[in-house]
């Protein structure tokens, strides 16, 4: 008796790619768009405003200002002073409630700072984990969170300084807020700059921003 032996074909396993991981969620992507927008109409119009009434010895140019004159200015500002607002308070609502400042902000140590600047300055800083901020990348984002807020407060004191009178006193008069508001702006323009830089030197990040991952 003669026995047969089929050669059947070893089965094979189909590898099935896990999807990757949603590194930024919809709401922040959605805030963090809408907040670009409006902060480059304030920072625009803003230097509109400030032209009308200049606090140091130079102007901005007219192609880097938004509004065409004063009144112009002035209405974008706060157009999109409202919309920057109600997005910024409900980014730090959502920030807190979802535990999202906790995991990400949070901590922030001397020695990491220390670290990670000196990893930074040698251009050997690692972002290949982009779940997670180093703490650099945390001081930054803490810091523009309270530089926002300072802000909004000495614009406050600058456009109703009766009605927001001691809120104006506390940042020493209308004159000094008004310094203060142009040093915020500055600071927050100077952020804008080395995060557009970093999405330059690391186009996954700005992947991320778009498409979540």
């Known amino acids: 008796m ?11 396993t189909t590898a099935i790619a896990e999807p990757r991981a949603t590194l930024q969620p919809v709401w922040v992507r959605v805030m963090h768009w809408i907040n670009a927008a409006a902060m480059l109409a304030m920072i625009l119009s803003g230097w509109q405003i400030y032209n ?9 140019t007219r192609a880097l200002t938004l509004g065409g ?7 974008w500002h706060f157009a999109a002073m409202w919309v920057l607002v109600i997005n910024g308070v409900l980014y730090v ?5 979802t535990g999202r400042f906790r995991r990400k902000l949070w901590p922030i140590t ?11 300055i040698r251009l050997r800083l690692s972002h290949d984990d982009l779940s997670r901020y180093n703490t650099v990348q945390k001081l930054l984002y803490v ?5 926002g807020a300072l802000s909004v407060a000495s614009g406050l004191a600058i456009w109703k300084p009766v009605q927001f009178h001691s809120l104006t006193a506390l940042l020493g008069g209308y004159d000094t807020a008004r310094y203060v508001h142009f040093g915020a702006m500055s600071a927050i323009v100077a952020f804008s700059a ?20």
């Open 194 to 213: 080395i995060h557009i830089l970093l999405a330059a030197l690391v186009p996954k990040a700005l992947r991320a921003m778009i498409i979540g991952r």
């Open 2 to 12: 003669s026995t047969t032996i089929l050669n059947e074909p070893a089965p094979t």
């Open 93 to 97: 609502i959502l920030g807190f409630a």
């Open 143 to 147: 810091g523009v969170l309270i530089v």
């Open 52 to 60: 009308a009434a200049p606090l140091f010895d130079f102007q901005f």
């Open 69 to 75: 004159w004063l009144g112009g200015g002035l209405l």
């Open 110 to 120: 001397l020695s990491g700072i220390t670290s990670d600047l000196s990893q930074a």
